[in-house]
């Protein structure tokens, strides 16, 4: 139970972060998620997310700041094991299930689906 | 004379656009973003203890999680749902991975009618495309800058 109380919190609160950044400053939401990754791999990068997944688990990992996270540690993880090399297989390895999964299910569920109308 | 004529209209305009402009209150839409928000990570957390149940290993749990949050996100968006949830939820619903998949799906319908290459295959990455290149392209920099810093530390 304390698993979703805390994924609930730190999920909710980087959402309450993105929120306040787009009522503010008017950023268009393709801003907030560039900036978002881009803010989860340089946290990640020097570990201040680290503790925000031990904590939030899935309320870490589900926003776009986790998916930087995971690129940030994969690219680490794999330099460790293989050196510089690392640095370009292990970023697109630890997220490779997202990215192929978001460019399948988008595509088929394009084809199935049509737009609906805006009322 | 003109100049203070433009003034005026500039005025009545600014004051016109005030009314117009929907006026979302800034507490309102954090409520929305923060519960929607939590709850869909808590989906997430779901999942996650479903497959760790079933004998997942904690390293692997993320690549199923993502997996099923992309195609909950991409069905919820097929079926127009999830754009109802966003116009309330704001950040809460563009943010998590969910928002990822449903940033893919909209424009690739919305542009089928261009065909399946350029239309689809191209509209798909309208947004994704950038997250994509600079999530992965900073990553690479702290891999080499990782890589360099071991060096030297040696």
Redesign the interface.
């Given at each position: 139970m304390m698993d979703y109380i805390w994924a609930f919190l730190v999920g909710g609160s980087i959402c309450l972060i993105a929120q306040i950044l787009m009522d503010k400053t008017n950023l268009t939401p393709a801003r907030i998620l560039v900036y978002f990754v881009t803010a989860g791999v340089i946290l990640g990068a020097i570990g201040v997310y680290e503790p925000l997944v031990k904590l939030g688990k899935a309320g870490a990992t589900v926003p776009l700041p986790g998916f930087g996270y995971s690129l940030a540690k994969g690219a680490i993880r794999e330099v460790e094991k293989y050196g510089l090399i690392g640095a370009f297989t292990g970023g697109v390895k630890a997220t490779s299930a997202g990215i192929a999964a978001a460019i399948f299910f988008g595509y088929i569920m394009a084809l199935l689906f049509n737009p609906k109308t805006k009322n | 004379m003109e100049k203070r004529k433009e003034n005026e209209i500039k005025n009545i305009y600014q004051q016109l656009v005030q009314k117009k402009v929907p006026q979302?209150s800034?507490i309102k839409?954090?409520i929305?973003?923060?519960?929607?928000?939590?709850?869909?990570?808590?989906v997430?957390?779901?999942?996650?203890?479903l497959f760790l149940s079933f004998g997942i290993s904690k390293d692997d749990v993320?690549?199923?999680?993502?997996?099923v949050?992309?195609?909950l996100g991409?069905?919820l968006?097929?079926?127009?749902v999830y754009?109802n949830i966003g116009k309330y939820a704001?950040?809460?619903s563009?943010?998590?991975?969910?928002?990822?998949?449903n940033?893919?799906?909209?424009p690739?319908?919305?542009y089928?009618r261009e065909g399946y290459i350029f239309g689809?295959?191209s509209k798909?990455f309208v947004?994704?495309g950038?997250?994509?290149v600079?999530?992965?392209s900073?990553?690479?920099?702290?891999?080499?800058?990782?890589?360099l810093v071991?060096m030297l530390a040696r």
């Amino acid at each position: 139970m304390m698993d979703y109380i805390w994924a609930f919190l730190v999920g909710g609160s980087i959402c309450l972060i993105a929120q306040i950044l787009m009522d503010k400053t008017n950023l268009t939401p393709a801003r907030i998620l560039v900036y978002f990754v881009t803010a989860g791999v340089i946290l990640g990068a020097i570990g201040v997310y680290e503790p925000l997944v031990k904590l939030g688990k899935a309320g870490a990992t589900v926003p776009l700041p986790g998916f930087g996270y995971s690129l940030a540690k994969g690219a680490i993880r794999e330099v460790e094991k293989y050196g510089l090399i690392g640095a370009f297989t292990g970023g697109v390895k630890a997220t490779s299930a997202g990215i192929a999964a978001a460019i399948f299910f988008g595509y088929i569920m394009a084809l199935l689906f049509n737009p609906k109308t805006k009322n | 004379m003109e100049k203070r004529k433009e003034n005026e209209i500039k005025n009545i305009y600014q004051q016109l656009v005030q009314k117009k402009v929907p006026q979302s209150s800034l507490i309102k839409d954090a409520i929305f973003a923060f519960v929607v928000g939590g709850l869909i990570c808590d989906v997430g957390q779901f999942f996650m203890n479903l497959f760790l149940s079933f004998g997942i290993s904690k390293d692997d749990v993320g690549y199923y999680v993502a997996t099923v949050m992309v195609f909950l996100g991409a069905f919820l968006t097929g079926l127009g749902v999830y754009d109802n949830i966003g116009k309330y939820a704001g950040a809460g619903s563009i943010v998590p991975i969910t928002g990822f998949a449903n940033s893919i799906v909209s424009p690739a319908m919305e542009y089928k009618r261009e065909g399946y290459i350029f239309g689809v295959g191209s509209k798909m990455f309208v947004i994704a495309g950038p997250i994509l290149v600079y999530g992965i392209s900073s990553s690479i920099i702290v891999g080499i800058i990782y890589y360099l810093v071991k060096m030297l530390a040696r």
